[in-house]
């Protein structure tokens, strides 16, 4: 189960959500702990190409409670600071 959606594309040094993904949940988590508590216990980055973040979700349950609760919109904010 993932979703893909578009990121900010990453800074001039090439910055990659892979190995960002604890500070980007820290920043998430400073947003929305509902949000946080998705990412951090149900999910994981699965991709990147440089503009498309694609995370994966350990089940269709925590994919649809993240796509139905706003918290996509909580994660484009928290990437894109």
Known sequence: ASVGFAAPAPAA???DPRTLWPNILEAVKNRRRFTWILLSQNAQVAGFDGTTLQIAFVNSGARDNFAGS??????RQALAE
């Open 70 to 75: 706003g918290s996509e919109d909580v994660l």
């Open 13 to 15: 040094g090439g910055l």
